[in-house]
């Protein structure tokens, strides 16, 4: 059975900084992408960050590049998001994902498995 645990999440001031990460286990592939999303409140998932695990390039939404980064541990079947600069705009549910393959943007249907979610809270 695959899971993917996220942790990390919290309240933090804009200008702050917080990194997630997601444990996966379980997963059958060799390689194959993963994601982050995110959800605000009120307003539909989207994709934050993702990259293929046998792969050197990563993709990001327009909103957070230059302020997050994506990276993993393949030893430790673990994924990260760093976080910096934070926005009030950057508040929401934080998911991780994996889907098999190597073409990974940001198509939610793609990503067969998800993590249960990890808040973050930007205050103004």
């Known amino acids: 059975q695959v899971q993917l645990v996220e942790s990390g999440g919290g309240s933090v001031q804009a200008g702050g900084s917080l990194r997630l990460s997601c444990v996966i286990s379980?997963?059958?592939?060799?390689?194959?992408?993963m994601g982050w999303f995110r959800q605000p409140p009120g307003n539909e998932r989207a994709g934050v960050a993702s990259l293929y695990t046998a792969g050197s390039d990563k993709y990001y939404a327009d909103s957070v590049k230059g302020r997050f980064t994506i990276a993993q541990d393949r030893s430790k079947s673990a994924l990260y998001l760093q976080m910096n600069s934070l926005k009030p705009e950057d508040t929401g549910m934080y998911y991780c994902?994996?889907?098999?393959?190597?073409?990974?943007?940001?198509?939610?249907?793609?990503?067969?498995?998800w993590g249960q979610g990890t808040q973050v809270t930007v205050g103004s």
């Open positions: 994902a994996a889907a098999p393959g190597s073409w990974c943007d940001f198509k939610e249907t793609e990503y067969l498995h």
């Open positions: 379980g997963y059958g592939y060799r390689s194959y992408c």
